[in-house]
């Protein structure tokens, strides 16, 4: 069974920097396009960077020069460090797998079979 596990989510002033962890296990690993995602209170689920199997990266316009992306490949676990938080940036965040492709990553939830739990992260300012 596939599982994905969050970790790292906290509260933060506007600034401040949080590295949250997401570990992989129960499939061939996290060869395949990897992915974070945010969900404001009322707001839709956004796409925030993806990652392929070459370690290539996306960001969403709003994130990009304050978050970085990443992977162990070796441990299975994905990474988000996330820097210069800002107060919109206040979300819950989501792992995301699409074990079906490697590289040219989609930025649609639908296209991303397995979800991690979420963990919250709450930035005052």
């Known amino acids: 069974q596939v599982k994905l596990v969050e970790s790292g989510g906290g509260s933060v002033q506007a600034g401040g920097s949080l590295r949250l962890t997401c570990a992989a296990s129960?499939?061939?690993?996290?060869?395949?396009?990897m992915a974070w995602f945010r969900q404001a209170p009322g707001k839709e689920r956004d796409g925030v960077a993806n990652?392929?199997?070459?370690?290539?990266?996306t960001y969403a316009d709003s994130v990009k020069g304050r978050f970085t992306i990443s992977k162990d490949n070796a441990k299975n676990t994905l990474y988000l460090q996330m820097n210069s938080l800002k107060p919109e940036d206040t979300a819950m965040y989501y792992c995301?797998?699409?074990?079906?492709?490697?590289?040219?990553?989609?930025?649609?939830?639908?296209?991303?079979?397995?979800w991690g739990q979420g963990t919250q992260v709450t930035v005052s300012s």
């Open positions: 129960g499939y061939t690993g996290i060869r395949v396009c």
């Open positions: 990652i392929d199997r070459s370690g290539s990266t």
């Open positions: 995301a797998a699409d074990p079906y492709r490697a590289y040219d990553c989609r930025w649609r939830e639908a296209d991303f079979g397995y």
